[in-house]
């Protein structure tokens, strides 16, 4: 079978991709809609945000790749043929979260029209230890042709992504196309949240410094009206050095560390945040006594007002944030905060095991140093029931 693989691999040499990313994947002005905002800048992002390709039109693409890549010896038939498409036209519409399964690939796959796994010599009668090796080679193909070939050609050309508006749908935008909104994106953030280039001589004294600044990778989701840059602190590239990754880890350990004693304080002081509300159980909770508490008042009419603050999180001041959290966290008054780190693990509606990681705050004076007392106090406070807590001790 060498000179069949050996065929893919010639066919992918003289697949003219480019042709038919034009062909199936077109990106011309037809059918766009005209915008009459005064911005230009604002026009032409909302204009490259609408050029993303529909999941059809990848599908086409892919098809058509793969009909003159793959030679039709390996499908075996058109059964085949058509139930692999199928997958791939699955996968092409799954949500962000959702993923395939080799059992999936396999499924109603017909093992036998495949004869480049049949061995030379025939027998009338298949044992089961032959069917078995069939099905093993066979599913280690179709997982090497999705996994490491449509893939890879997914993310060859186009940028995959979701979007503010609809966070579990992908949208598939053709890499020429990104890179202009990438490269608005890029110089709006940096204009915008007044940010600037970094001399040499700056990078060579932080470098030189004991506690480097941890450095975050920036990403763009497309949202109705724009980009929002999204920061992520946790994604660690491979072509940094160890000391780094370490170091990368250690920040989103302080960070996590801070979020889970400002919530044990917003907890234990509610008025701490005036008027604000997590979630909508809460929103529940004051909307309903705002409505009983007016039920006997005389107004006869209430207006809601919907406001949007532009660039709130990008914008917001360093030096403010840090007051906000000094006045909550006072470092005049020694307080001792143990958390402690543990997994849940529990079975959902659907029969399936669910794991979650969670970090448990206290203070000196109320924590259990005993596992046994710490579950005492999280069932009285009804945080957990019918799960199993994994204490980390790391």
């Known amino acids: 079978m060498r000179h069949v693989f050996k065929e893919i691999i010639q066919n992918h040499k003289k697949c003219p991709y480019s042709q038919l990313l034009k062909k199936c994947c077109d990106v011309t002005e037809k059918g766009m809609k005209v915008h009459s905002f005064t911005n230009p800048l604002l026009n032409l992002v ?22 003159r890549v793959v030679p039709e010896t390996l499908w075996g038939s058109s059964h085949n043929k058509y139930r692999f498409l199928k997958n791939v036209k699955m996968l092409l519409n799954f ?26 010599k025939s027998y009338h009668f298949v044992p089961a230890s032959e069917h078995f090796l069939r099905e093993n080679i066979l599913a280690k193909f179709l997982y090497w042709l999705m996994d490491t070939y449509i893939i890879q050609l997914l993310k060859a050309f186009f940028y995959i992504t979701e979007t ?41 004294y932080m470098q030189k410094k004991k506690n480097n600044s941890v450095v975050s990778t920036l990403r763009f989701i497309p949202k109705k009206n724009g980009l929002r840059p999204i920061a992520k602190m946790h994604a ?60 006997t008042s005389n107004v006869a009419n209430f207006y809601f007002v919907k406001a949007d603050v532009k660039g709130a999180y990008e914008t917001i001041p360093h030096s403010k944030l840090k007051e906000v959290i000094m006045k909550i966290i006072n ?8 958390i402690r780190r543990y997994a849940k693990l529990w079975i959902d509606s659907n029969g399936q095991i669910r794991k979650s990681f969670k970090q ?20 009285d406070g009804n945080i957990v029931e019918n799960s199993i807590i994994v204490e980390q001790l790391f």
Not at 252 to 268: A, C, G, H, W
């Open 164 to 204: 503010m508006f609809q966070k579990n749908k992908l949208f598939f935008y053709r890499k020429c196309i990104w890179k202009k909104l990438q490269t608005i994106g890029t110089w709006k953030h940096l204009t915008d949240v007044k940010l600037r280039l970094l001399s040499l001589d700056e990078i060579e």
């Open 46 to 67: 909302l204009f490259l945000l609408e050029k993303h390709n529909s999941t059809w039109q990848v599908y086409t693409f892919v098809r058509e790749c793969l009909h």
């Open 236 to 295: 660690t590239l491979e072509v940094q050095p160890r000391k780094e990754m370490v170091q990368k880890k250690h920040f989103n350990s302080q960070v996590k560390d801070l979020f889970s004693i400002l919530n044990f304080e917003r907890s234990r002081s509610p008025d701490i945040i005036g008027a604000s509300v997590f979630g909508l159980d809460e929103i529940y909770k004051k909307w309903k006594k705002f409505v009983l508490g007016k039920q």
């Open 95 to 120: 949500a962000k979260s959702e993923k395939m399964y080799l059992s999936e690939l396999m499924w109603k796959m017909k093992v036998e029209d495949c004869l480049w796994l049949h061995l030379k």
């Open 331 to 338: 470092p005049d008054i020694e307080e001792v905060y143990c």
């Open 360 to 379: 448990h705050v206290s203070t000196f004076t109320d924590f259990m140093p005993t596992m046994k007392g710490f579950l005492t106090q999280l069932q």
